[in-house]
């Protein structure tokens, strides 16, 4: 079930809507009245293929105020207003879209769209709170250009991002609790480039998929994240999330150690390149008759390992190790050692290859933990791997 309420962030329901049906599922839209002033019900019948009401009175013999509710799997809220808040803090059935929040068991995600002003009144911050009291995600809303010349607080995260999480709600019910309230976490993602010359560098494919993933639903348990992005493949700044973006490994390297000060928890999902061309050419390289001079390549510093030198009492550093298995092991034998070598709390290991770990939307391997524990992360999307990942912090942050 999507719901749709009277914001001027009505119009991205549509594109969020297009993203539910794409990936195969059946979505009964239900907007409400003051929604339909900004978006018309054709597009979300268009849309959605099914029809669309806002009152309890069409269709009284199939009661849809109650089966409506009965019969989602998950219910999407997008933009939540102030008003749809509170009236579903409230419990008012005064319109289908309320009444069927009223009948619902399964999952129901709230993603805010308001005025900042709005957002941080007492009263919606009260109803806030009372909702996710009783189970529903109310997710942070993403910073930004308001509907004015304004920016803070109150804009409604990017359509992909409300669907990922819609995703792993559907995955694992209980993926967003709001257990990282007060923690600061700092992510790394992305792929570093290490520059050639002005306009070439050597770089690697990571999409930086992973990292934002655990920066996103870090965010929405409620912590205060860092999110040192290197190269990625074009992903929007998740809701709610610093973002410092960097381009080279020193360059990250620098980034990381300025954040992790005071942080309770520390992931390096990052593709860091292992060397840097030794020296940078300051103009472009021009083509010549012969063959280039060879490449010389330098070793780049272990960032994991420097964070691990410098961790503070208490701080949670998590490395991700990509690995195959070959003559001497499995890629779990080979994960194992890396523990040990990086001397983290608790290592990702993605056995990559077969359309696993880079580039693609899922994810899956094990966590190993330096207290010999050993979990398998089954296959599913990057968001789950973050939402396991964080069960894992947070135990230990306790
Ligand atoms: O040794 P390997 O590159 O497989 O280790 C991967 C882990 O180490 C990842 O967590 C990655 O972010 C981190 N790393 C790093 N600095 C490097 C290379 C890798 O922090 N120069």
Redesign the pocket.
Known sequence: MLGVAGGIAAYKSAELLRRFTESGHSVRVLPTAAALEFVGAATFEALSGQPVHTGVFHDVPAVPHVKLGQEADLVVVAPATADLLARAAQGRADDLLTAALLTARCPVLFAPAMHTEMWEHPATRANVELLRSRGAVVLEPASGRLTGKDTGPGRLPDPAEIAELARLLLERASALPRDLVGRRVVV?AGGTREALDPVRFLGNRSSGRQGYALARVAAQRGAHVTLVAGHTADLADPAAVDVVHVGS?LQMREAMHAAVKGADAVV???A?A?FRPVSLVGHKIKKGAGDPAPLVLTQ?????IELVGARETGQVVV???AETGDDTGDPLHHGRQ?LAR?GVDLLVVNAVGDGLAFEVADNAGWLLGADGSETVLGSGSKALLASHLWDAVAARLS
């Open positions: 790394s490994a390096m999902a990052a860091v292992d780049n510093p272990d960032i994991l490395g991700f190790a890396k990086k």
